[in-house]
């Protein structure tokens, strides 16, 4: 009998609601809630596939020491015993835990409350650091709370959306298409994109302000002057809920349009255009995410957007306010637990006495955290030098995700005691644990999550538990236990953690703190499983619901007023003349974080199946890069190879490249190696997003591609890129000399076997090689080699793996590299939710299919996120373009 479970994804900070579906014959399929408030039904690409990533490959099913199997009770005593023994001997602050977004409330709580309230540090810090922190800071300043104003709703009732540093129809798909629906629907509503690239979201926006990297600080006290010789400026709202208008003014004033245009790269025409939409539309959604956050000026960014809001009292009512769109699926959930550094559970914080009393003793404990911990940088750094000494990893791939990466892998392999809490078996990170624990992944666990609206969700669990594997709130409890907390960390179950989770979130509050869900404080199991998505705040015994703040003011300042900062621009660039580029890294549509979940689905990978780098045709000039050629990318800190991409949608002087590929997918991409350790210094975020860097081609002796029934392995050579096909693997290649035999080569990496012989050919004079491994009608591999990028239909290539190939002529077309007579390629997939390619779109707008609707009704393409639909676009206006010439 099939059974359906209401379940949250575990991707972005939309926190989408999903229905597993188990059939009789066992098999897991996916599809959006229609009730659940944030997706209303709808899924990104990722979501739609996350029944494609759920298999037990490459699972860690059991606990090891020293990478031997050991049992529950061998590991969890040795954790606790290093870590007793290491505070007993250095002090609290010698040990630290970094955690993740990925983690659900509950374990995050448990976290927080083991490290702050009994090992009495503070050294507890969270991926969201890279994401989120900057966010965090400026509510903080602004507000004297982390408090997210708005909901998902207001985007929809805005009449301007500003999306700054926010490639929305990519990183958050959802929300995207709720805006695009609103705007179809209201073509007068306005859409602003502030990005230096012309990314995917610029394809609903009225106006596109291509800003140079950091100018956003800038371009809004230049708003914040421009509004101040207005009626935009709410006077009573200011006079009667804010403190610090002057000064914020003083300074936003006294930048002029020379400098303003100097420090944003926009013309006066452009900026004077932004300045007056937003001056003349009341209803305005500001949006930002990583491009505002990830920045060495990231606070003060944030800072001066909420100045606008503030100044013209657009906050907190329907259809406006600054909106931070949060990265990861549970980012929020860490903040109210007080998942970072610098916090205490329930938005309460460290340097508050009376928070910290308040805290310590509703736990009970026998000491508090006095003082801020270690941020991630810092406390990668504290592990380099020798100040940790025992480490806990939990769901998370530093080695991969912080900046100076190289640096930060090092450190974990030298500190004395490294545990790892991972679902993965191989991952940058988990090489270096002397313990690595099984974790439970998505569908496995059970618990809370909440999205940027502030919105709770159960995360359900619909499968039974692999193996050996256990919740991450349970293992951090046991090492309590052990370590002599046995009274508070006795967890029944998350439904009791929840609870206090509650409980403390209204002990003592009386309306003094934003998060406040003490309905829930009494929340039975039955209840727990019953749980429907709700918005906090949800105070005990009150029926109005609050579902915005700030409208009437009662801000969480100890005068309950705002306060505006008086922001200033970053100092010049960071380029010099050995590394005259800026580097922007990134997300891309269907992948997600260090692939360690969108890397299993084949489905996710057709899209874009390696690692490039974003270049403006005139820049790829410059230097010799070729499109389609390997482009090595260098800093002081970090090296990496990746693709060139050449495309007038990146400005001059800057390249993007995502922030996905690792070491089990690509040779060189660990693209976090070249990024600086710069921070910002209020709230300790990396600068992700302005880089200096140096470019140059790649040299190589030859290209190749591979496609593979098995994994390949053993890969060293001048440049791979692994990434998961249907029915196998796709591999890309870049050799420096040729081995000594090409056959013996395929049979050693490509898991060939020893008597069957290759079909091919070779050409010395023009350096063509191919070779096909057939096991009776069976593809086994197929590998092509040239002396330039490698000229195969790889999609069709792909598909002949499951092909039978009875006849010698699809065998030929195989070697051939291109389908026989009578198919067309798909060509580079462009609808993922479909497997849609961009050869069949061009097929069907010259058939007659003009608008993005038309080749929805003929191919499905577009149809179901919607990601896509921007490329779509694109595609059919070169089409028509091209006929038109």
């Known amino acids: 009998m099939s059974t359906e479970t209401k379940t949250t994804c575990p991707y972005c900070g939309v926190g989408c609601g999903v229905i597993a579906r188990i ?208 009626a935009a400026i709410d006077r009573n709202y200011v006079d009667t809920h804010t403190n610090g208008f002057e000064e914020a003014f003083t300074a936003a004033s006294a930048l002029g349009i020379a400098e303003l245009m100097e420090l944003t790269g926009l013309p006066s025409m452009q900026l004077r255009q932004f300045f007056r939409l937003f001056e003349q539309t009341e209803r305005v959604v500001t949006c ?187 293992q951090m409890a046991e090492v309590g236990r052990r370590m002599g907390f046995e009274d508070a960390f006795s967890f029944p179950s998350a439904a009791d953690i929840f609870a206090e989770h509650a409980a403390l979130s209204a002990f003592e509050n009386g309306g003094s703190r934003d998060f406040d869900i003490g309905a829930y404080a009494e929340t039975s199991t039955p209840v727990y499983d019953a749980m429907t998505p709700f918005q906090w705040p949800q105070p005990e015994h009150t029926t109005a619901q609050v579902t915005r703040f700030f409208g009437d003011g009662g801000f969480f300042h100890a005068d309950g007023k705002a306060r505006f900062v008086a922001v200033s621009v970053p100092t010049s660039g960071r380029t010099s003349a050995d590394f005259p580029f800026t580097l922007n890294t990134g997300r891309i549509r269907d992948q997600w974080h260090t692939m360690t979940r969108t890397g299993k689905s084949a489905r996710l990978s057709a899209h874009i199946a390696e690692p490039f780098a974003e270049i403006h045709p005139g820049d790829a000039m410059e230097i010799g890069v070729a499109s389609a050629a390997l482009v090595e990318i260098e800093s002081p800190y970090g090296k990496a190879v990746v693709r060139a991409l050449v495309t007038d949608r990146q400005a001059r002087g ?76 796709r591999l890309e290649l870049a050799f420096d000399a040729a081995p000594e035999n090409w056959t013996q080569w395929c049979r050693t990496h490509l898991g060939i076997p020893g008597h069957i012989e290759p079909l091919g050919y070779a050409d010395a004079q023009s350096g063509d090689l191919r070779l096909a491994f057939f096991d009776g009608d069976r593809l086994l591999a197929a590998f092509f080699l040239a002396r330039q990028p490698v000229g195969v239909a790889r999609n069709w290539a792909i598909e002949q793996l499951a092909v039978q190939h009875t006849e010698m002529a699809k065998r030929f077309a195989v070697v051939a590299g291109r389908p026989d007579a009578g198919r067309i390629d798909p060509g580079a997939t462009v609808c993922s939710c479909f497997s849609v390619g961009v050869n069949q779109i061009v097929a069907a707008v010259h058939g007659g299919c003009h608008s993005v609707e038309a080749v929805g009704r003929e191919l499905n393409a577009g149809t179901n996120c919607g990601s896509c639909r921007a490329e779509i676009r694109g595609i059919i206006d070169g089409c028509l373009a091209a006929a038109a010439e």
């Open 23 to 230: 059939d009789d014959a066992g098999v897991v399929s996916v599809k959006g809630d229609p009730d659940h408030p944030a997706n209303f039904g709808r899924l990104c690409s990722k979501g739609s596939a996350l029944a494609e990533t759920i298999d037990l490959d490459g699972r860690v099913l059991y606990p090891q020491i020293g990478g031997q199997r050991a049992s529950w009770d061998e590991a969890l005593d040795l954790v606790a015993s290093r870590f007793s023994e290491t505070i007993a001997q250095h002090g609290p602050d010698s040990v630290a835990f970094y955690i993740s977004g990925q983690l659900l409330t509950e374990d995050y709580y448990v976290a927080n409350k083991l490290m702050k309230g009994f090992v009495g540090s503070a050294n507890i810090d969270t991926n969201s650091r890279l994401c989120m922190s900057s966010s965090v800071a400026g509510h903080r300043r602004a507000f004297g709370a982390d408090t997210v104003p708005g909901v998902y709703e207001d985007i929809e009732l805005a009449d301007l959306v500003i999306l700054t540093g926010s490639n929305l129809a990519w990183c958050h798909p959802v929300i995207y298409q709720r805006l695009a629906a609103a705007k179809a629907a209201r073509p007068g509503m306005k859409v602003v994109v502030i990005d230096p690239r012309r990314t995917m979201t610029a394809d609903i926006a009225d106006l596109h302000l291509a800003i140079r990297p950091d100018g956003d600080v800038a371009l809004f006290m230049g708003l914040l002057a421009h509004l101040a010789g207005t």
């Open 654 to 729: 800057s390249l993007f490249v995502p922030m996905h590929w690792n070491d089990q997918f690509a040779a060189k991409a660990r693209i976090d190696a070249v990024v600086a350790p710069i921070t910002d210094p209020f709230s300790g975020q990396p600068a992700s997003k302005n880089v200096a860097i140096a470019a140059r081609p790649l040299q190589v002796a030859s290209y190749g591609f591979a496609v593979s029934a098995a994994k390949p392995q053993g890969l060293d050579t001048a440049y791979w890129a692994l990434a998961k096909a249907e029915g196998g693997w």
């Open 288 to 474: 930002y995410s990583q491009g505002v956050n990830q920045s060495s000026c990231g606070t003060d960014k944030v800072n001066a957007i909420i100045n606008c809001h503030l100044a013209t009292g657009r906050i907190g009512r329907a259809g406006m306010g600054p909106f931070s769109l949060t990265g990861q699926p549970n980012a929020m959930g860490g903040r109210e637990v007080g998942g970072l550094a610098h916090m205490l559970a329930a938005h309460m914080t460290i340097e508050n006495p009376d928070d910290r009393d308040r805290v310590q003793r509703f736990w009970r404990s026998p000491d508090i955290a006095r003082k801020p911990g270690l941020k991630a940088v810092d406390m990668f750094r504290a592990v380099a030098d020798g100040r940790i000494k025992a480490l806990w990893i939990m769901a998370t791939n530093p080695a991969v995700s912080m900046p100076d990466a190289d640096t930060v892998a090092a450190a974990i392999a030298a500190c004395p005691f490294v545990v790892v809490s991972d679902v993965l078996q191989e991952t940058d990170t988990t090489k270096y644990a002397h313990i690595l624990l099984p974790s439970l992944g998505w569908g496995e666990k059970d618990g809370t999550v909440t999205n940027s609206e502030r919105r709770i969700s159960r995360q359900r669990a619909f499968l039974n538990h692999p193996g050996e594997a256990k919740a991450d709130w349970w």
